[in-house]
Every structure is written in C-alpha cells, then in structure tokens.
C-alpha cells in the first residue's frame, strides 16, 4: 500500500531496488524500525531492467584499478563484489527465494586481434588481484573467441523476485513498505523528515537508495555521468550457460536464464539500439528472434569506484549510494552492508575506500571536466533552437514524439495510439535541461542527468522528482 499519514521509524530508505531493499532488511535484521519508501513499486527502476550478473568480472577494470590505485585497491575491490555475492546466494538459501538462481562462469571476452593484449594483461592483473582467473579460447559461445578471462564460481539470479522476497521480510513487526509513495524532499536533523506525497516519515537516520541521489546537496549528479544501456531476450532450446561482456565497441553482454518447459531464455545487452542487437542474436544465434525487450541507465563514477557513504560531509544522518558502473548487483548488496553498519556504529573494512565524499582531482579531474562539459554544451546547445517547430509537431503519427521551440518555449509532444496530441514542458524538472524522445521506448529521457519521464510526464526514474508539466502550443 501506499503510505498514509505519518510515521515514526528508525530508519527510512528510499528507493526500493536492490540498494534499498538489502539495506532496509539488514536494518530490520538488526532490531531496528525500518520504512521502504518507493515511489513506483519493488524493483521497478535499474535493478528491474539489468542483465543481473552476479560477478567480481566487470569487464577491463582490474588494470586500471592497479595502474591508478595500486594492487591493494585492486584486491579490496574483488573481495567486496565476491563478498557482496556471497551474501546474495546466503540469503537465497537462509530464505529459500525462488529467484533463478545459478552459478555460472563469468567471462570477459574480445573477438578482435586488436584487443586480445588488453584482455592478456587483465587476466594478469585479475590475478594479481586475488581472483582466480584463467586466460582462455574455450567458451560455450556459438562463434569463436580470440581471448576470454574466464572467472569459475560466480552467479546470475532473476532481481525482481529476490527484491521482492527481501521487501516482504522487511514488511511487519513495526517495519514498513510503501510502494506508489514519492518523496520529495529530506530534512535532516533529530529526527530526519522525509516528505511524501501521502504523509512525512520521521527517522534517526535516512538511507538514500535512488540510484543517483534525487537529493542534490552532494552534487552526486556532477560526480557521476548516466549511461544507458538495452537489452533483448529470446525463449530458446538451448543457450550458452557462461555469462559473456565483449570489451570492444559496441559492447555485447550475453547469458541466458531459466525458461518454460526446460528451455533458456537467451539474453544479449549492449550499449546499441534494440534492432541492432536484435541483429547480433538472430546472427550469432541460429536465427533467434527477441520477444522482450528493454533498457535502463547506470552511473559512472569518474574514479571508477562507487560513492558509498554520507550524502554531504559533516553530515551522518543522511546517506546514500550511486555509481555503480552498470554492475549493480553485487555493489548494490556491498553498499548496503556499508551503510548499516554506518548507521549501527560499526566498522567496515570497505568504508573508506569506497567514501562518498572521496575527491581525488588527481584520478578524476578529466574526466569530470570532460562530462560536465558535455552536460554543458547540451544545455545551452538546446537552447538556440532558431526554427519554430509547429508544424513538426502537427506532423506527428500516432505513437510518434519529438521536442520542438514553439516561440520561447521548448514543448516536448506526444501522439497517442489514438491520435491525441499531448503537449509537456521539454525542461526536465531536475536541473531544467531539455529532455529528448525515446521513440524504442516511448519516454522522454534527460541525457543530462538520467531523468526519464513516461510519455504522459510522470517520472519514471530520477534524479527529477517532479513530472513534467502540461505545456500548450
């Protein structure tokens, strides 16, 4: 149910995807009072829409740890994602959570002769690391491979039925889950104030788990830069059983999950549009067609490291977790670990390196000065928009949306199945950049900072926590 009326609680944690949930049923697990907070329903943003590799694999990342931080960076990375995995498979067993859950082999792989170095040297630093990699040809891919770093052990499991389970343990015994619920502001103080469309919760201590922190006092939104990724799936008989991540452009993310009558479903990922990884599966796959199709976006840390910790420093009433990099499931459990023993008053060995208010100008002044600056040149750039853009939108076929100046105003419109126009502001409620149509998947996305709104304006993920407002031509 919605939340109703006020309510006191230890804890609130808003955002109920795999950062909130784990964090508000270790909480409760701990004797305290907990409220989820979600403003859509259980699992229903990133951690919904993933590819749900649990692995310490993330694609060309040990190398560069080791060259920026060192070995012992590298090493405390790969024994924090093992650990948070770890964790995952410890609580599908202590709650028997039918969740798909299965141990598979992770593989990082190239089929260009240009890359089979980069893939050499990361199995050697994966090595070096802790890991127990091995530099391999043979997969259970349909096409040949010319280098992999093969990892034994890890996982995959299906996110929404796991979240799903944790929120119902969490729910009860003075604890809370409220989906349909927004928040909209947080004040801190003795106690927190979370402020929602149906009532204020009131806490010690706020756990902020909306992906990007919708919260701009840690200004996490300058930190971190959204990048979206799709994903298509096929029912078929057979498919590979090894989870896959190419290392050139365009990136391709394979593995497949149990499907009906003993038979797989076949999963492949990228950054590309949907028809041209609809392309790769029916090449490489034996012609198999997607019925399912879908995308989210995750954020990059300009470090490469996850911001786990305090909101804004000086402050140890509100926390939070973003910058997973697109492998949110083990760091999603990691951070959640961190923020409850935070919150408990006990230390964590994985604390400091992971710190939300880390600024380290010597690893990350480029990168943040090269996304900002592309945030930049897109506000403005959206701005000069010299033709008016009426009969664009007159234009319009059903199902069809577009973004045009009409006098000095930006209007993002829409034309239903039906044929009905609707008209919004184009600016996004969040920092007021100019958001874009998503003809794949009929919303309107801020490339800016990772807003996305359904095609009638409500908010679908933040930062933003307003929808867009009604605009007429």
Known sequence: AALAGDLDVDVAVIGAGITGAAAAYLLKQAGRTVALVEQNAIGYGATGYTTAKLTVGHSLIYRDLIDSFGAETARAYARSNQQALERIAALVAEHAIDCDFERASNFVYTEVAEKVEAVEREAEAAREAGIAAELTTDTDLPYPVLAAVRVDDQAQFHPWKFVAELARVVDGDGSHVFEQTRATSVESGDPCVVETGGGAVRARHVVVATQLPFLDRGLFFAKAHPLQSHAVAAEVGEAP??????????????????????????????????????????????????????????????????????????????????????WGMTKGVLAAEILTDAILGRPNEWAELYDANRLDLRRSARKLATENGKVGLRFFGDRVRQRDGREEIERLGPGEGTVARVGARHVAAHRDDEGTLHTLSARCTHLGCIVSWSSADRAWECHCHGSRFAADGTVVQGPATADLPQQSL
């Not at 199709?293 to 996850?306: C, E, I, K, V």
């Open 241 to 326: 059983r090894g989870m896959y991540i190419s290392v050139e452009e365009p990136t391709r993310s394979v593995r497949s999950a149990p499907g009906a009558d003993g038979g797989r479903i076949l999963i492949v990922g990228g950054a590309s549009a949907y028809d041209e990884l609809e392309g790769f599966m029916g090449e490489r796959f034996d012609g198999a067609a997607a019925t399912y199709r879908w995308s989210t976006h995750d954020y990059m840390p300009a470090d490469r490291l996850p911001y786990i910790g305090r909101l804004r420093r000086g402050d140890d009433r509100i926390l939070t977790a973003t910058g997973y990099a697109k």
